[in-house]
C-alpha cells in the first residue's frame, strides 16, 4: 500500500501545544523531555499501526527537530520504504540522514496504478498523477487534467480547497498517515473516470478526463438551445 504524511515534527516540543498533539495531558506536569517523548511514542505508534514493512509511505516534510542519532534512532523504529519532500526545516538534517530514505527532493510528481469501474460497468487501469511539495501551491502540472495536490506545512490551518490540493498532514488526521485509500474515500473528487480502451487493442494503461454525465448532458443540450437562442434575439432585434 502506499502512504503520505507530513510534518511529524519528531522531538518538537512546541509543536505539542500548537497542534494539541496531548489533549489528555497537562503538560506543566511533564518535563520537556517527557513530553516530547511522549508524543515521538504516539506518532511512532500510530504510523507502524497502518504502515507495514513493505508498504511505500511519502513524507512530505518537516521531519523531525533533532539531530542526526535522535533522527536515527526514531527513522530505525518506522515500518514502509520512506520518500522525503523536504520541508522548510529538513535541509540541514536531510543532508545527515538522507541515506535512510529511497530519495530526497522539493518536488515530485508520483503516479499511482488505479483502476476505475465505468457507467457500464467496465473496469479500466490509469495512473493517477500526484504532485507532492511540502507547501502548498495555487498551481501544478495538470492541475485541470486531474493532477492532486498533497501538501504539508499548514497543520490543518489552511482553508479546505475545493479543488483536488489536500494537506497530508499529521494534525489533520489525529497523528496518523493517510492511505491513498483513504483519500479516494474522503471525497469522490479524488476518483477519475477512466475510458476503456477496445479489446481488441493492445494492452496498454489509458488515462482520460471526461465530464460525468450529468454535466456531459447539461452542456449537450445547451449546444441544441444556441440556435434557437440566436433566432428569438434575431427576431427582436428586428
Given at each position: 500500500?502506499?502512504?503520505?504524511?507530513?510534518?511529524?515534527?519528531?522531538?518538537?516540543?512546541?509543536?505539542?501545544?500548537?497542534?494539541?498533539?496531548?489533549?489528555?495531558?497537562?503538560?506543566?506536569?511533564?518535563?520537556?523531555?517527557?513530553?516530547?517523548?511522549?508524543?515521538?511514542?504516539?506518532?511512532?505508534?500510530?504510523?507502524?499501526?497502518?504502515?507495514?514493512?513493505?508498504?511505500?509511505?511519502?513524507?512530505?516534510?518537516?521531519?523531525a527537530f533533532c539531530g542526526?542519532?535522535?533522527?536515527?534512532?526514531?527513522?530505525?523504529?518506522?515500518?514502509?520504504?520512506?520518500?522525503?519532500?523536504?520541508?522548510?526545516?529538513?535541509?540541514?538534517?536531510?543532508?545527515?540522514?538522507g541515506v535512510f530514505f529511497?530519495?530526497?527532493?522539493?518536488?515530485?510528481?508520483?503516479?499511482?496504478?488505479?483502476?476505475?469501474?465505468?457507467?457500464?460497468?467496465?473496469?479500466?487501469?490509469?495512473?493517477?498523477?500526484?504532485?507532492?511539495?511540502?507547501?502548498?501551491?495555487?498551481?501544478?502540472?495538470?492541475?485541470?487534467?486531474?493532477?492532486?495536490?498533497?501538501?504539508?506545512?499548514?497543520?490543518?490551518?489552511?482553508?479546505?480547497?475545493?479543488?483536488?490540493?489536500?494537506?497530508?498532514?499529521?494534525?489533520?488526521?489525529?497523528?496518523?498517515?493517510?492511505?491513498?485509500?483513504?483519500?479516494?474515500?474522503?471525497?469522490?473528487?479524488?476518483?477519475?473516470p477512466i475510458k476503456i480502451?477496445?479489446?481488441?487493442?493492445?494492452?496498454?494503461?489509458?488515462?482520460?478526463?471526461?465530464?460525468?454525465?450529468?454535466?456531459?448532458?447539461?452542456?449537450?443540450?445547451?449546444?441544441?438551445?444556441?440556435?434557437?437562442?440566436?433566432?428569438?434575439?434575431?427576431?427582436?432585434?428586428?
Open positions: 500500500m502506499i502512504y503520505f504524511t507530513a510534518d511529524t515534527h519528531f522531538y518538537h516540543y512546541n509543536i505539542i501545544k500548537l497542534c494539541n498533539r496531548l489533549p489528555y495531558f497537562n503538560l506543566d506536569e511533564y518535563s520537556r523531555e517527557i513530553a516530547t517523548d511522549m508524543m515521538n511514542k504516539r506518532l511512532i505508534e500510530r504510523w507502524n499501526e497502518r504502515i507495514k514493512s513493505g508498504d511505500e509511505v511519502y513524507h512530505l516534510g518537516d521531519f542526526k542519532d535522535k533522527a536515527i534512532t526514531i527513522l530505525e523504529q518506522l515500518n514502509g520504504v520512506k520518500y522525503w519532500i523536504r520541508g522548510n526545516h529538513d535541509h540541514d538534517l536531510a543532508k545527515k540522514v529511497e530519495w530526497v527532493k522539493d518536488y515530485h510528481v508520483l503516479r499511482v496504478h488505479d483502476k476505475s469501474q465505468q457507467d457500464d460497468g467496465e473496469w479500466g487501469q490509469y495512473h493517477q498523477p500526484i504532485a507532492l511539495m511540502h507547501f502548498p501551491i495555487l498551481s501544478w502540472e495538470n492541475m485541470h487534467h486531474g493532477t492532486w495536490h498533497l501538501h504539508g506545512h499548514c497543520h490543518g490551518n489552511l482553508e479546505k480547497s475545493k479543488g483536488m490540493r489536500m494537506d497530508v498532514g499529521v494534525d489533520t488526521n489525529n497523528l496518523y498517515p493517510y492511505s491513498y485509500e483513504d483519500l479516494i474515500q474522503i471525497t469522490n473528487r479524488f476518483k477519475l480502451a477496445p479489446e481488441n487493442t493492445t494492452n496498454r494503461v489509458h488515462s482520460t478526463t471526461r465530464m460525468p454525465d450529468p454535466v456531459q448532458r447539461r452542456f449537450q443540450i445547451g449546444k441544441l438551445c444556441i440556435p434557437i437562442i440566436r433566432k428569438i434575439l434575431c427576431d427582436n432585434w428586428v
